[in-house]
């Protein structure tokens, strides 16, 4: 199995500078995961950036849902819908263990904005445009069968509801997979590298940037043919570097997702609801391991991407929303245990508010040849990437005869974990990888954690399970397999990057994530040979990141 780890990271960043590559690309979220394994398998020697961790930017703070994009039959987006959906069938073959289907309850009541008529035309034509499976195409329940199969929702005025197919995620996740694919296939990749620069040639044409490492404050410079900006809500930030950003720009909307304990709410079913509100928003209700979560709002963004604030005026709007839909003891904002917002870089549209914008993806191509592409759904990333590469390999097999351009590789391509099996073959994998976990010392219920994590991956990290016996730290046997396997294997670099990001624990495994902190960073501290004051700027910056989730708990006077 290829390592993916610090070693590799100071190898890769290396042999960018040493040799030009064919393809840079700048962001590691998604779309530049998604463009990273899309080139290097059109046989592009290619080279991926990130300036924090990967999927640290809107990757990792999605709604989490691989889905068709339903609510944007509203904007009568059929493109989109058509795409986005056929996309989700693909992305769930290629990474059945990021990827599980769950049934999702689209209730209507008396007076509201569908009717069961409407509800049902609308999930027809979905099931069409999204070329849904046989077995996941939508049913509908009466209101009697509606509350047999959802307890929670409101019964005062419900009519009925629709049943359909999404596929839950774990966004930074799936990121992590896509890069460790586009590395095994020999793609360069670092994360904590930043672009600071563009470099051109003599005739005015990109070839390169200049990059500080946010590790070491090192800096130097990788040139590559054809560069692709693929920074989410910094795409502008890139362009302005390039003179090139007049014309249309992004337009960031911020979303705030809010975590309660499945004790307090448990939801047995996700739900996609209308809520009361002026802007006439949908929102969603998913249960997940033990907890609940919902969101979004969606609301212009200003100020810096990098870590958008939840104040207590979104918590608000979220828990009146989900509050007036479930029959729950109302929520407060002491149930929230964790939250995390993320911001959208939308292509914007005069006149139009946050909800309207749509969702499509567009490519810019500057005069000095710098590629960008915005817009879009972590859902469409593959589709996203095979089309700007389409470009960028025409491209660059037009300037150079001795490429010849390849079409995209990656409809059928497994990601690391999810090789080379497909839904079935995983099924199949899972059953016989759960006894070997069992047999390194965890529980069935942890072997299974660990399976539908890791997918194909999971022996490797059952390697690190066994490990733990002899090493000394006060880590479980499974919290040391997972944090090694992420150190070795996904480029963990800090303890935020493994309690964030890798194993998703701050989001929603708080109280365990809480109890392990110190263990890890103890951990990590033996494994990268830290000094006293890295280990405090580690523990801050953990600590920085539990305060961001907590914040709006001290401004709930603010808004009542
Ligand atoms: C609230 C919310 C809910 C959503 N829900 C869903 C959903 O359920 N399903 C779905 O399909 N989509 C969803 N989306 C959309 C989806 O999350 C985004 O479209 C997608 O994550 C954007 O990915 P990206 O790679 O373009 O941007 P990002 O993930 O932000 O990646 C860009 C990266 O570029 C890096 N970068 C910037 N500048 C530099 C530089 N100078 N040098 C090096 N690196 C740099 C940044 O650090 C960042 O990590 C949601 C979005 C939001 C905000």
């Known amino acids: 199995m290829t390592k993916l780890n610090h070693k590799t990271r100071r190898a890769d960043l290396a042999q960018m500078q040493a040799d030009p590559l064919d393809v840079l690309v700048i962001g590691g979220g998604i779309t530049g995961a998604g463009i990273s394994l899309d080139a290097q ?5 290619t080279g991926l950036i990130e300036m924090q961790d990967f999927a640290a930017g809107t990757s990792s703070r999605s709604t989490k849902l691989v889905h068709g994009g339903l609510r944007y039959l509203k904007q009568l987006a059929v493109h989109e819908v058509a795409e986005v959906g056929s996309e989700r069938a693909i992305v769930y073959e290629n990474a059945p263990h990021v990827t599980t ?7 209507f009541y008396k007076n509201g904005t569908f009717g069961k008529a409407t ?18 195409r939508k049913f509908m329940l009466n209101a009697n069968q509606a509350l047999i199969r959802e307890p929670y929702l409101k019964a005062k005025g419900l009519l009925g509801a629709g049943v359909y197919v999404e596929y839950r995620t774990d966004d930074a996740r799936l990121v992590i997979e896509v890069i460790k694919k586009a590395h095994a296939k020999g793609a360069l990749v670092a994360n904590y590298v930043k672009a600071t620069e563009l470099t051109y040639n003599v005739a005015g044409q990109v070839d390169g940037v200049v990059f500080v490492d946010q590790i070491t404050g090192d800096s130097g410079v990788i040139h590559a043919r054809r560069v692709i900006n693929a920074a989410g809500p910094w795409v502008d930030t890139i362009r302005k570097l390039d003179g090139s950003d007049a014309g249309k720009h992004l337009h960031l909307t911020k979303g705030v997702h809010l975590v309660v304990d499945s004790a307090k709410f448990p939801l047995h079913n996700a739900v996609f609801f209308d809520t009361p509100f002026k802007d006439k928003r949908m929102m969603f209700a998913i249960p997940r391991a033990g907890k609940t979560y919902f969101g979004t709002t969606d609301t212009t963004w200003t100020k810096d991407p990098k870590e958008p604030t939840i104040d207590a005026r979104d918590v ?6 989900v509050n007036g839909m479930f029959d729950i003891t109302p929520l407060t904002f002491d149930d929230v245990e964790s939250a995390w917002a993320g911001v ?3 292509i914007q549209e005069a006149g139009k508010s946050p909800s309207e914008i749509s969702r499509k993806d567009e490519i810019f191509h500057s005069e000095s040849g710098l590629y960008s592409i915005a817009g879009g759904k972590l859902t469409g990333y593959r589709k996203m990437a095979e089309k700007i590469m389409d470009k960028v390999a025409k491209d660059i097999a037009t300037a150079d005869s001795s490429y010849r351009y390849q079409p995209t590789q990656t409809k059928h391509l497994p990601l690391a974990g999810g090789d080379p099996l497909g839904s079935d073959g995983f099924k199949v994998y899972a059953y016989s990888a759960i006894g ?8 069935k219920a942890q072997a299974k954690v660990v399976v539908a994590h890791y997918g194909t991956n999971a022996d490797a990290v059952f ?8 090493a000394d730290t006060t880590l479980s046997p499974l919290d040391y397999g997972q944090l090694h396997y992420g150190l070795e294997n996904e480029l963990v670099l800090r303890p935020i990057d493994f309690l964030l990001r890798r194993s998703g624990e701050l989001l929603f495994d708080y109280a365990h994530m809480q109890a ?11 494994y990268f040979n830290w000094s006293e004051a890295t280990t405090l700027a580690m523990t801050s910056e953990v600590s920085a990141q539990v305060k961001l989730r907590q914040n709006f708990k001290d401004k709930i006077n603010d808004v009542i």
């Open 436 to 443: 070997r976990g069992v047999a390194a010392g965890l529980t």
């Open 101 to 107: 289907p769950v049934w999702m309850m689209l209730p």
């Open 344 to 346: 959208r870089p939308l």
């Open 516 to 526: 392990i902190t110190p263990a890890v960073i103890a951990e990590m501290r033996r």
């Open 316 to 321: 608000t709007y979220i828990l009146d929303a």
């Open 463 to 470: 390697d690190f399970v066994k490990q733990a016996a002899s």
């Open 119 to 136: 509800t049902a035309l609308g999930l027809d034509v979905y099931d069409h445009l999204a070329q849904v499976k046989k077995n996941e």
């Open 41 to 45: 398998t059109r046989g592009l020697k």
